[in-house]
């Protein structure tokens, strides 16, 4: 690590902070009364992001498959904060399954609210699963790409973490197809730290699974799918665990 790239690293975290908080005041006359223009904010500093990210430290962004337009359920591999930018941009109208305590985030919890994100306690899991379903199944009427992490938080390249029912249960549900996303961000934008690192970030969505499965037939298979394609494009970009 040269003192450079990390100074670089740093201040493109900076900037990236003052720029979430100019693009949300800027765009609040039009986000507090739209749905569209919160969407249209939060698109606009996903490309701030990605462009500088290039730009200060070197990491260029690629998205590959075929990402949704229609409503679907979305289960990707979480590494850190540039997955939910680069999904998030690379779809029509999508919507997070969040922690609760996000929505208290100056600007982000606000915006996160108005473009349908659902907050869920990670509490009690019994209450927290079934508040979950009742709170998507009242979102239901927005149409959209629900996006949730099936390991329920960022986990480190080389970390193992076991993946959360409460996917399958809204799979099952919502009985709308399931396009599992790999990711290798995490080799770039680590989970905790202040460098980013030069190369290929990539998010890549995957072949659908259809609904119909029973879920635990599904979990099964979104996490071989996930784990397979993200071990894969974690070692194209020259990771080894």
């Given at each position: 690590?040269?003192?450079?790239?990390?100074?670089?690293?740093?201040?493109?975290?900076?900037?990236?902070?003052?720029?979430?908080?100019?693009?949300?005041?800027?765009?609040?006359?039009?986000?507090?009364?739209?749905?569209?223009?919160a969407?249209?904010?939060?698109?606009?500093?996903?490309?701030?992001?990605?462009?500088?990210?290039?730009?200060?430290?070197?990491?260029?962004?690629?998205?590959?498959g075929?990402?949704?337009?229609?409503?679907?359920?979305?289960?990707?591999?979480?590494?850190?904060?540039?997955?939910?930018?680069?999904?998030?941009?690379?779809?029509?109208?999508?919507?997070?399954?969040?922690?609760?305590?996000?929505?208290?985030?100056?600007?982000?919890?606000q915006?996160?609210?108005?473009?349908?994100?659902?907050?869920?306690?990670?509490?009690?899991?019994g209450?927290?699963?079934?508040?979950?379903?009742a709170d998507?199944?009242?979102?239901?009427?927005?149409?959209?790409?629900?996006?949730?992490?099936?390991?329920?938080?960022?986990?480190?390249?080389?970390?193992?973490?076991?993946?959360?029912?409460?996917?399958?249960?809204?799979?099952?549900?919502?009985?709308?197809?399931?396009?599992?996303?790999?990711?290798?961000?995490?080799?770039?934008?680590?989970?905790?730290g202040?460098?980013?690192?030069?190369?290929?970030?990539?998010?890549?969505?995957l072949?659908?699974?259809?609904?119909?499965?029973?879920?635990?037939?599904?979990?099964?298979?979104?996490?071989?799918?996930?784990e397979?394609?993200?071990?894969?494009?974690?070692?194209?970009?020259?990771?080894?665990a």
């Amino acid at each position: 690590m040269t003192p450079i790239r990390w100074l670089l690293s740093l201040v493109f975290i900076i900037q990236m902070y003052l720029a979430m908080a100019v693009i949300a005041v800027l765009f609040a006359p039009w986000a507090l009364f739209s749905r569209t223009g919160a969407r249209a904010a939060c698109k606009t500093y996903c490309r701030w992001v990605i462009f500088t990210l290039r730009l200060l430290c070197g990491t260029r962004c690629e998205v590959r498959g075929t990402p949704p337009t229609g409503e679907a359920v979305i289960a990707a591999k979480h590494q850190s904060f540039l997955d939910i930018i680069l999904i998030f941009n690379a779809v029509p109208a999508g919507k997070f399954i969040m922690k609760r305590e996000l929505i208290y985030t100056p600007f982000l919890g606000q915006y996160a609210l108005k473009i349908g994100c659902v907050p869920v306690n990670r509490g009690k899991r019994g209450a927290a699963i079934q508040k979950m379903k009742a709170d998507v199944a009242a979102g239901a009427a927005e149409p959209g790409q629900l996006i949730i992490y099936p390991q329920g938080t960022r986990v480190a390249p080389g970390d193992q973490k076991p993946y959360k029912v409460g996917t399958g249960l809204l799979y099952e549900q919502l009985g709308q197809p399931c396009i599992p996303v790999a990711t290798n961000v995490g080799v770039f934008w680590p989970k905790r730290g202040i460098l980013r690192k030069p190369g290929l970030a990539v998010v890549e969505f995957l072949d659908p699974i259809d609904p119909g499965l029973k879920v635990q037939d599904f979990m099964a298979r979104l996490e071989a799918e996930v784990e397979t394609h993200s071990n894969r494009l974690m070692a194209e970009a020259g990771f080894r665990a």
